[in-house]
C-alpha cells in the first residue's frame, strides 16, 4: 500500500499479558523500524530490520520484547508478560533503502501507532 | 543523556508571521537532520530534511539551517499558516538508513 498500516489502533491488557502489535510497511520499503513514544515524550527506537532481517536492535529490551519481519506478512512487535510502563503508543515507520553516498537519508514514513494501555 | 534537544516547549506566532523553531544536538556523528510534524492521534509526517554537508535546504515555505559547529539546526516557516499548528520534532541519524533520536518536540499555535 500507499501508507504504513498498523494494527490494532488500540490494545489493552492486563499486567502480565501478552501484546502483539503489526505493521504493514509501504510496498516496496525494506526498512522498517520500530519506536515507542511515552506520554507525549520523544520517541524511542527499539528495533529495525532490513527485509526479514534485524538490521539494528539497539534500542529493544533485553527481555520480554521481541519482533520479526516475514517475507509475505505485516512485521511483528510483540512484549511479553506486558508491565504498567509498556504504556505507550507503538509507532512503525518504513524506508526506502539509500546508498550512503548520495548525501540524502531515506525519510522513514510513519503508521498511525497502535495505542497500548497496560492495567 | 538526551543527544537531540529541543529546549522551547511550545511557541505561538501570528498567522503570516514567520515561525522559527530550534533545535540542538550532541553527538558529532550525526550526518542527517530531518523535520517531521505531527498531529493528535497521528503518525510524524517527515517535513524537510539537510545532510551534515550542507548549511540550508529550503522546500517551498520551509527552510532548514544547519549550523554544524553550534550543532544547532533550526525550521522556518514563512509564512506561518493556522494549518501549521501542530507538533514539531526535530530527528537525527548516522548513515543514510539508521535509525532516528528525536527531541521531545515543540507545540507551535499559529493564531489566525
Known amino acids: 500500500g500507499e501508507e504504513v498500516a498498523q494494527t490494532p489502533k488500540h490494545l489493552v491488557r492486563g499486567e502480565g499479558q501478552k501484546a502483539k502489535l503489526y505493521c504493514a510497511p509501504i510496498?516496496?520499503?525494506?526498512?522498517v523500524f520500530w519506536y515507542q513514544q511515552v506520554l507525549k515524550n520523544e520517541f524511542k527506537f527499539l528495533i529495525s530490520f532490513q527485509n526479514e532481517n534485524v538490521f539494528d536492535e539497539t534500542g529493544m529490551p533485553k527481555e520480554r520484547f521481541s519482533a520479526k519481519c516475514l517475507p509475505n506478512s505485516p512485521c511483528s512487535l510483540e512484549i511479553q508478560a506486558t508491565k504498567l510502563e509498556d504504556s505507550a503508543v507503538y509507532f512503525c515507520?518504513?524506508?526506502?533503502?539509500?546508498?550512503?553516498?548520495?548525501?540524502?537519508?531515506?525519510?522513514?514514513?510513519f503508521g498511525p501507532g497502535t495505542r497500548l494501555t497496560v492495567l | 543523556d538526551q543527544q537531540v534537544k529541543q529546549n522551547s516547549p511550545s511557541l505561538s506566532v501570528q498567522e503570516g508571521r514567520i515561525s522559527i523553531l530550534n533545535c540542538d544536538y550532541t553527538n558529532s556523528m550525526f550526518d542527517y537532520f530531518l523535520w517531521y510534524k505531527k498531529y493528535p492521534a497521528e503518525g510524524p509526517t517527515f517535513l524537510i530534511s539537510?545532510?551534515?554537508?550542507?548549511d540550508k535546504n529550503e522546500d517551498g515555505r520551509f527552510t532548514v539551517f544547519l549550523n554544524k559547529s553550534a550543532k544547532h539546526l533550526s525550521l522556518h516557516i514563512v509564512p506561518s499558516q493556522p494549518g501549521d499548528s501542530a507538533v514539531y520534532f526535530c530527528?537525527?541519524?548516522?548513515?543514510?538508513?539508521?535509525?532516528?533520536?528525536f527531541g521531545k518536540g515543540i507545540t507551535l499555535s499559529v493564531r489566525p
Open positions: 530527528a537525527a541519524g548516522t548513515g543514510a538508513n539508521s535509525k532516528l533520536t
Open positions: 515507520a518504513s524506508s526506502q533503502p539509500k546508498l550512503s553516498s548520495d548525501h540524502s537519508y531515506n525519510e522513514q514514513f
Open positions: 539537510i545532510s551534515s554537508i550542507k
Open positions: 510496498k516496496g520499503h525494506s526498512y
